[in-house]
């Protein structure tokens, strides 16, 4: 079984969740339930899989948690796109996490492109 802290995509995905949970904090009470929880529920999932992913018996497996993970970073991309244009959170927010989403997305397809090779 592997150690999902040990990857460093990982790591990058629990530090972008705290961010979403701090710049979530700011949007309107009437969005708990809308927008709040499911940008959180979406920025919470990549990393969740990735570390659901770690405890699978095959790379195959793995590797479609690693999908399922590329997902919810695109999902978490948009919602925040749709909470600057709503004006929930500013546009240096986006402009800050969006490198930072692109890295992950870029790490997690390697990650899935290495562990399918090795099959």
């Known amino acids: 079984m592997r150690d999902y802290k040990r990857y460093d995509v990982w790591k990058l995905a ?18 708990l339930f809308g927008l709040t929880s499911q940008i959180r529920r979406s920025s919470v999932s990549i990393p969740t899989n990735i570390a659901e992913g770690c405890g699978r018996s095959t790379d195959k497996e793995f590797a ?6 590329i997902g919810s970073t695109n999902e978490t991309e948009y919602l925040l796109l749709l909470s600057c244009d709503l004006g929930f959170s500013s546009e240096d927010q986006l402009i800050s996490l969006n490198p930072k989403l692109n890295l992950i997305r870029q790490k997690i397809i390697q990650l899935r492109k290495k562990l399918l090779n090795n099959n």
């Open 64 to 69: 479609r948690f690693l999908e399922i993970s």
């Open 14 to 31: 629990h530090e972008l969740v705290k961010e979403i949970y701090i710049i979530s904090e700011n949007f309107p009470k009437s969005e």
